[in-house]
């Protein structure tokens, strides 16, 4: 073993509370952050669920809306005519 590997597992076994208290924190914000990314995601598979659902061929939205609202770029597409698939633009039948 070389000096360095021999002097940070003593560090790290010396006070073992500490280490044990340490990577307890460690493993809870782990888990705090998986359970936020999955509400986060859980959210928006949510919202985008009820517009692909939506049997609607005009979406309305407030003035100032555009391509920085979450769903804008689908909203503008179907608005466009594009279909669901489809590359470029087409007007619907």
């Known amino acids: 073993m ?10 790290l076994l010396y006070d073992r509370l500490r280490l044990i208290a ?3 924190g460690i493993v809870f914000s782990v888990i705090l952050v998986m359970i936020q990314m999955g509400l986060f995601l859980g959210f928006g598979r ?3 669920t ?8 005009l979406w309305v939205v407030p003035r100032g809306r555009d391509r ?5 770029n689908r909203l503008l597409g179907l608005a466009a005519g594009e ?3 489809d590359a470029g633009l ?4």
């Open 46 to 48: 949510m919202v985008s």
């Open 68 to 72: 920085h609202h979450p769903a804008g």
């Open 2 to 11: 070389s000096l360095a590997l021999t002097l940070a597992s003593r560090n």
């Open 22 to 24: 340490t990577l307890v």
């Open 83 to 85: 279909r669901r698939g």
């Open 50 to 57: 009820m517009i692909d659902h939506a049997s609607t061929d």
């Open 90 to 93: 087409h007007r619907r039948d």
